[in-house]
Structure formats: C-alpha cells, structure tokens
C-alpha cells in the first residue's frame, strides 16, 4: 500500500454540483453557476477550427491568449497569466507563496475551494466567521500575523452573493503588509452592477501585493473548457507562470477565450439577461416572504439553517437543482425564466 500524505485522510473531495429531474423530466440545473445559455455559433466554430491541431500540443506560454485579455484591459502583456480554470491559477498563487508553516486567510463561509486548495499545499487555512451574509474585513485584517502569506478576498462572495465596497475595500488593503499576497477573486465580476463595488483592476495598480483572478467560465460561458487568468505586477504574473504544470491551458480553451472575447458584446448582453432575471427572482422572493441578502453575482442566497436539505429535496421535486450547504443554506443559480420559475414554485411551496 503506498503511504498517503497524512491530510488527505481528513480531506473530503470537491463536491460539484449535480443535475436532478422531476418525475416528468424536467431538469433545471441551478447549482453551479454556470451561464445557462448555449455557447455562441461563433466560439463553436472557432472551437471546430481548433480541433484540426489537437495533434500538437498547445502554445505552453498562451500568448495569443495572454495578448487578448492584456488588450481587453489595458494591461501590460506581463501582468497576465492563466491557468486552466481560475480555481488552478489559485492553486498556482498558494504552491508560490506556501512555505511550510505559511497561513492563508479566509472568510468562511466562502468558496468552497479555499480549504480544499490550502490542505493540498499543506498551508494552513485561517478561517474567519463571515459577519452576517459580509466579510468581516476588520477580523481579516486583525487574523494577519507574521506567518500569513495570502489572503482570499471573494468579491463578490460565494456563495453568500454579497459584495465589499470600496472604502471598505481600500481600507483593508492598506493595513495589509506589503509581503502579504491579497487574492482578489472576482469571478462573478461581469456581474456586479453596484458602482460603488470596485473593480480589481483599478485597486491592483498601486498595489504590488494586490492580484485579480478571473475567469471564462461564468459571464463567458466556458466552464467546460477550464480557463480563469489572473492580472497582477509582474513578479506575481511571474511566480504564476512558474507554478504552472505544462501545456495546462489546452488549445480549445485557448481558442475559445480568444473568440470570446472577440464576440464579447453578445456575451455581456446575456450577462444583462442574467441580471435582469437575478433582480426578478430575488424581488419574487421577498414577496414570497423569504429574506434574501443582495446579489451581485448570478446567484441568490437563502440562509436555511436546519431546514436546508429539506429545502433542496423540495427545488429537486421540481427538477431544480441547488447547491446546499447542510446547516447553513442554499445557494441557487439564476438561469433561464422557465428554469428560475421552477425554482420560485419550488420556493412558494415549501413556504407553504
Ligand atoms: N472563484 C469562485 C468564487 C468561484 O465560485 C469559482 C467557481 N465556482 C471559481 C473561482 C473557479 O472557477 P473556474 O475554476 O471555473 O474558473
């Protein structure tokens, strides 16, 4: 029997999100936030064209790709690196700065990968109690000690949906210590619609220790190909480039994030519709009775407490599909109307 390492006898693997179906087949999946449309005929085709060079390996240093979203944000082609999936250009930023004995701080609860990520690297996690549905970034700042290498700041957060305001934001950052790596992770930021939310870009300017990770899979709808990137100085695009495993960023994906961006107007505009529905399902909601924290994110949050599970076998009576967090509450991605309509009945019954 080989010898394990010993934390993964306490490690549970990621759990992603599954589809259910209604005794007549129905089957609206809201449990990963994913974008509910189908991919554009443009990205299909450049996906297609794609395919015919599958038997090389892919461009190792993405540079058609690292230009694009250089481009796209104004940003020096070397603040940008990628990686297949933003969760792994994560796991890239912790396998840099992860000396033994390093601590990573976190909210909690957050995304759910952060424990995960931080077991592998052997760093420990430092996990500090959301306040209400928000960051407790006054408790954040106060977790930092001399052994703390990173910090995971989810703006917005999953899976609660709430956002940090900029002030807020920018106090924060200044009583951070320089040597301290600040990971803001704005996957769901196509979506923020509140200007007083920042954005990334503008904090990490000034900021050397400040880096942005994004990602293709939500707002552009790549989830299945896995590719996320992050902008940050140069010596922290750098220490991302070097973490990378080879050839990680596949040539499909790689094509397919170009096209994308390329087609970007048609992708925001169904980013729009998701928001527009976002507002429709949360203001449904409240009338139905329940309270639901503001979403900046294409999901809305129902914090459940023990009746959870129970709210998730009733969504999936319906064949929506919802992300439930035993104990705590339920996070339910906003997808098309038939889908968020489904859902809403779920929720108007189990209401009673
Ligand atoms: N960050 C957050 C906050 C997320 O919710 C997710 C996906 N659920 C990710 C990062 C990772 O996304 P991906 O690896 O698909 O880019």
Not at 27 to 45: A, H, R, T
Not at 100 to 108: I, K, L, N, S, T
Request: hydrophobic content about 45%.
């Amino acid at each position: 029997m080989p010898r394990f390492r010993q934390i993964l006898d306490s490690m549970a693997p990621y759990k992603p999100g599954k589809a259910v179906a209604a005794s007549d087949g129905r089957s609206y999946k809201l449990s990963s936030n994913e974008s509910p449309y189908d991919p554009l005929p443009s990205v299909v085709e450049a996906i297609a064209e794609g395919a015919r060079h599958i038997h090389r390996y892919p461009d190792a240093g993405a540079v058609k790709l690292t230009e694009a979203v250089a481009e796209r944000y104004g940003v020096p082609f070397d603040h940008v690196a990628l990686g297949p999936g933003s969760v792994t250009v994560q796991q890239q930023l912790l396998e840099a700065v992860g000396d033994p004995g390093a601590e990573v701080v976190y909210a909690w609860r957050s995304f759910e990968a952060y424990p995960l990520l931080c077991d592998l690297a052997g760093v420990r996690s430092v996990r500090v109690p959301l306040a209400g549905e928000d960051h407790d970034l006054d408790a954040m700042a106060t977790a930092i000690n001399d052994d703390t290498r990173l910090i995971f700041v989810c703006n917005p957060n999953n899976p609660t949906s709430t956002a940090i305001r900029r002030a807020e934001l920018e106090s924060f950052l200044d009583r951070v210590p320089e040597h301290v790596l600040v990971v803001l992770d704005e996957a769901y930021r196509e979506y923020v619609r509140d200007e007083d939310v920042p954005d990334g870009l503008a904090l990490y300017q000034d900021r050397p220790n400040v880096c942005v990770v994004r990602t293709f899979s939500k707002a552009y709808g790549l989830a299945g190909l896995r590719v996320g990137y992050m902008i940050a100085h140069e010596p922290v695009a750098a220490a991302v480039r070097k973490t990378i495993v080879p050839f990680a960023v596949n040539h499909l994906a790689q094509v397919a994030a170009i096209a994308s961006l390329k087609a970007e107007d048609e992708l925001l505009e169904r980013v729009e519709h998701v928001v527009k529905e976002r507002t429709r399902v949360r203001e449904a909601l409240i009338a139905q009775g329940w309270t639901v924290p503001h979403s900046e994110a294409n999901f809305v949050w129902l914090r459940l407490g023990e009746r959870t599970m129970d709210f998730a076998a009733a969504c999936a009576v319906e064949g929506v599909a919802v992300r439930p967090f035993a104990g705590e509450g339920a996070r339910v991605s906003i997808g098309d109307p038939e889908a968020n309509d489904a859902f809403l009945t779920a929720a108007s019954t189990f209401r009673g």
